[in-house]
């Protein structure tokens, strides 16, 4: 799939395949309900167009390159994959509604996609991942974006 179908993807597919999906349905693996997610994606968004910057990099400096390789294979997130900004018990909604969320999921997305149009050859940090272009990140955000989805039952084959 190419860095423009991933992107079509994270505009279309994935805001509509969230909307399909039951508020109240529990999820298969991890502590979030529907509503975090979506809160915790768009901050992940965030982190991928620089609206939400961070200058530091957590991960081991001797894993960046390992982590970027495991980025842009096919290999999926493993459930349950700890995320030290998180912690153990998932941050209180911002938003009064799962569509409230999901609004503010486009916006981040169509920002994200403008940020990396308008200045071509662009790079921005991620905490783990380390300095990502706009293939990278649209790589990891698809990439997380299945693992999602799969955390609540979403089969796209």
Avoid: C
Avoid at 10 to 36: C, N, R, S, V, Y
Avoid at 99 to 112: D, M, Q
């Amino acid at each position: 799939m190419t860095t423009e179908q991933k992107l079509e993807f994270l505009q279309q597919d994935f805001p509509a395949a969230l909307e399909k999906i039951d508020p109240a349905f529990p999820p298969l693996f991890g502590k979030m309900t529907l509503h975090q997610m979506v809160e915790h994606f768009s901050d992940s968004v965030k982190i991928a167009s620089g609206r939400q910057p961070h200058t530091e990099i957590l991960s081991p400096p001797d894993r960046v390159e390992k982590m970027q390789e495991f980025i842009m294979s096919d290999k999926p997130f493993r459930e349950n994959t700890p995320n030290p900004l998180i912690g153990e018990v998932p941050p209180p909604v911002r938003h009064p509604d799962v569509p409230a969320a999901i609004a503010e999921l486009k916006k981040e997305i169509e920002h994200f996609i403008a940020t990396f149009k308008d200045i071509p050859g662009r790079t921005t940090r991620n905490p783990f991942f380390g300095d990502l272009d706009l293939e990278k990140n649209a790589q990891l955000l698809y990439k997380h974006a299945l693992h999602h989805l799969r955390q609540f039952g979403v089969d796209l084959s």
